[in-house]
């Protein structure tokens, strides 16, 4: 069994109340309850918030809810130090059944249904610790210097696909949307991976994360005008 945890906390300053922004219909936080759902029973799907109204809202979707203390809820406030909070010593996380925890970022609600089938088919292998969500990358990375921009390729020769897997191997971007541990990993390190790590392949609209207007504008108009989600 899967656990899912779905961190929601309230104080945005670039967006406020960037959680409750309607994505055809809904508000954002509801999507990646929506995606969880794909992986978990309802009863195992847990979001956190510092918020009573954004839980009251989130307890309208069928799933458990969390209350955070704000002194785990601040802008200095990690991910990890939210989940060790949480979620040690949750009834849900020692139970003999929980197998994973699964942490998904609210700010990215895109996730596709070949994501979800992805997860599921990945932690049948035993051999595995945890999974993070990426994306494979061949970019042509620059650096600044003196206000000016270098590139970290030969202008005069500039690499071909084949060219780059030769010389750096096969490169991933994070997507930060979806993140899954072993309970036992996590209950040892605290962490939202760890151990033997394998990738869970994602489109790279998977890592646009919310953080601005013109980010949620974006967003808005994939929802519009992609069937991909669940």
């Not at 994973?100 to 990215?108: G, N, R």
Request: proline residues 5%; charged residues 15%; contains cysteine.
């Amino acid at each position: 069994m899967i656990l899912v945890y779905i961190p929601i906390r309230s104080g945005s300053k670039g967006l406020p109340n960037k959680n409750l922004l309607s994505l055809a219909g809904y508000p954002l936080f509801y999507w990646s309850i929506r995606f969880a759902q794909l992986l978990t029973d309802s009863s195992h799907i847990i979001v956190s918030s510092d918020s009573p109204l954004y839980l009251q809202i989130a307890s309208s979707f069928n799933c458990s809810t969390l209350l955070r203390d704000k002194a785990n809820a601040t802008d200095t406030t990690s991910t990890e130090q939210s989940m060790v909070a949480d979620l040690l010593g949750h009834p849900l996380v020692n139970h003999a059944t929980t197998k994973w925890i699964c942490l998904l970022q609210a700010t990215s609600p895109f996730r596709t249904k070949d994501t979800a089938s992805s997860i599921l088919n990945l932690i049948q292998d035993s051999e595995i610790d945890s999974l993070v969500g990426v994306y494979e990358t061949y970019s042509f990375l620059w650096t600044s210097q003196d206000q000016h921009l270098l590139p970290t390729y030969d202008l005069r020769n500039r690499p071909r696909r084949q060219d780059i897997l030769a010389s750096t191997g096969r490169q991933y971007i994070e997507t930060g949307s979806v993140y899954l541990t072993r309970t036992s990993q996590f209950i040892n390190t605290g962490l939202r991976v760890s151990g033997s790590i394998i990738p869970v392949d994602q489109s790279p609209l998977e890592s646009i994360e919310i953080d601005s207007f013109r980010e949620y504008k974006l967003m808005q108009s994939i929802f519009h005008l992609c069937d991909l989600f669940p």
